[in-house]
């Protein structure tokens, strides 16, 4: 009655595990500032429960495998802005990008099969790797350098002939980077001379500040059937519950091999797909405003960390993260300080322990990653707590 | 640029896999009776959409990784009825079914490990089994014993030092096989005997005829350590778009492991959960009267398919399938054929060909799945529309 390997390797989610602990918190009355989960205050557009509402078959049946025609065609329109060129074949609609990326990892990777990413990444990666077997072989970034990794000669030093795929998030998560489109023909062209598939998961391609152009790689021609977007309606539309995503491919051996265990899962939930639909039929101008006030999360964000004393960080360019050094040995110890002992007006807060977002032992101990998700009076609280909450534990004869 | 071994070694789902055809046909205006796949047409309870038109919250948030604490407490006094005492550290909510029998796959299995199944399975257990790496090792039944597989000396015969696990569903797709209390202990036994987990999925419960016991391997304490129950709203309740359904284990390791990948994917949809504990709150009465009507339609069906020269099946004991072996050489064949070529009234038939249900080679091509989910008068058209059809095949020459 043994476990499988896999799973007894995977670790738990650093930004959901210390959840218990904090429920417990909140279950004594203190108010805990939520900076760990990337989940916008937001509020999700009326136009997805109105449309859920107007459901009106009697039988709640099962969906297409790749999803309802409505939502791809809905799907296709949306990247149409983007002036990529998609058919209902190239969009398999998935319970979240979550889902997506299973499938992805799945379909390529063969035990043992390695994906470049960049380090610090979006811990969840780690568990959709694993799952499928397969190795992360990681090019560490650094905050002093605004988390570059588009550069050949780092790129070139991890692959071997076991990578399958390079493995994008962009913008970034968690470190807010943002690709140039210089950056971004570099890994095109890493991708070609290696013959690697590119998965660029794009989820974030709206949060894109201070002027940065929205791109995808789905708009590059020379790489169409080596790449693999993702997309989700979670952040773009302050939509995480729906759990309704996608993959966006040219290559039709792909998407037919991944049809295969999408259509062993059966479909993705009708309702939550008929809602998804009205999301994607938004006006492009609705996330302006998005946009606007995410942008200035950032700033204040920005400006409450860096009157910590001790803290490092760069302000990022893109997604709603800020990745940054702490003047403490491990940002999980304090973590636990913070939810168990340290209270100022009987309020914490809690943020990710980054440690789990690298995959090369020894780094990130003493780093955190916070999610500007709440509103700019709540950051700066949330932000000026953990100022405080440092001290306080320093003050306890913590390191 | 390849594709995973795993990926490729998969089939395209036989239950969906004409679909597309299918779809051309009926945008000809012809009518299709779809017997292939598990769509009940019975109305899903209204409790569902009003509870969902009842969510008020403003922001669609994340729900908790093991699902929403009321659904989990709902499926917690469900199982009562069944003399099971659960926990909320039991049961973990999942996207239907297909999603909670991955999570068991990949938490149980390493590459090579064996699952011993009783063939004809479940085609898309081929295709979760596969994801993780694993082999099924099938233990063959026959119509005429009624596809009974409870048999120690048979499962001794497949059992290796590989395997990891016995997967059983009960009542049985898509044989209809329901297992007697006799048949639960020698399976537990054999379990126990050999070290195995029991893989329980018994989404078909309620669907137990001629006043046959309902039952869950989660009631055999001798057991609890090793049994792992599936559940589902999708065939109980008709709600097979909501996508919700979950693991039941008292095994807390097991648990704690699985929840790592289950952290990893987030959560289910939050609304689809808040309808499945409607669902769930119906009082048992709920099910006697479509109990009555599915084992209505199941003689009807019966009686339909003993009336076509040469078919050989057996009355079902629960769930609502009917495999039977048919006088042609290829129900593929015949499946394309009924498709594309036979027409009666403008009218043809849609069938699960069954030879995808069997893991042995050779085994299965000549036979069918029926599911009796549409009305008494349309299943007997349905299969009226078979017995025309293989009528018409016989005469344009094919065997």
């Known amino acids: 009655m043994r476990l499988s390997d896999r799973v007894q390797a995977m670790q738990n989610s650093p930004i959901r595990k210390f959840n218990p602990i904090a429920a417990e918190v909140k279950a ?31 039988v709640l049946a099962y969906a297409e495998s790749p999803g309802l025609p409505m939502l791809q065609d809905a ?100 470190t807010g980077c943002i690709l140039s489109r210089e950056d971004m023909r570099v890994i095109c062209d890493f991708a070609k001379e290696h013959d690697l598939w590119i998965l660029a998961d794009e989820v974030y391609r709206e949060f894109a500040y201070d002027g940065r152009e929205m791109t995808s790689f789905g708009q590059y021609e020379d790489v169409a059937d080596r790449v693999i977007v993702i997309d989700s309606v979670s952040k773009r539309f302050s939509a995480c519950g729906a759990r309704i995503g996608c993959i966006v491919c040219k290559n039709d051996e792909f998407m037919s091999q991944v049809m295969k265990i999408a259509m062993g899962r059966l479909c993705c939930p009708t309702l939550e797909m008929v809602g998804a639909t009205a999301l994607y039929g938004l006006d492009p101008s609705f996330f302006d405003e998005v946009r606007k006030e995410y942008e200035h999360r950032r700033d204040v964000s920005y400006e409450a960390l860096k009157k910590i004393p001790g803290i490092v960080c760069e302000k990022p360019g893109g997604a709603f993260y800020i990745t940054c050094k702490l003047p403490v040995e491990s940002a999980e110890d304090l973590l636990v300080f913070l939810l168990k002992e340290f209270r100022d007006n009987n309020e914490t807060v809690m943020y990710a322990p980054a440690e789990g977002f690298y995959a090369t032992p020894g780094l990130g101990k003493d780093e955190l990653r916070i999610a500007y998700i709440l509103k700019a009076e709540d950051m700066a609280r949330g932000i000026e707590l953990l100022g405080k909450g440092i001290e306080a534990y320093k003050a306890a004869g913590h390191k």
Chains 1, 2 share one sequence.
Request: proline fraction near 5%; aromatic fraction near 10%; glycine fraction near 6%.
């Open 28 to 58: 004594q009355g203190t108010k805990v500032y939520h900076l760990n989960i990337g989940q916008p205050d937001i509020e999700t557009p009326s136009v997805f429960m109105e449309a859920i509402k107007g459901f009106d078959q009697k």
């Open 75 to 174: 799907i296709i329109k949306y990247f149409k802005t983007f002036n990529m060129d998609l058919e209902r074949k190239d969009v398999l609609i998935t319970s979240g990008g979550s889902e997506a990326l299973t499938l992805v990892f799945l379909s390529l990777l063969n035990p043992g099969d390695e994906v470049i990413v960049a380090e610090p990444y979006y811990t969840n990666y780690l568990t959709f790797i694993q799952a499928a077997d397969g190795v992360i072989k990681p090019v560490t970034t650094y905050a002093e350098e605004g988390f570059k990794y588009a550069i050949k000669e780092r790129l070139e030093k991890v692959v071997t002939e076991k990578t399958k795929m390079i493995s994008i998030v962009n913008p970034g998560n968690p």
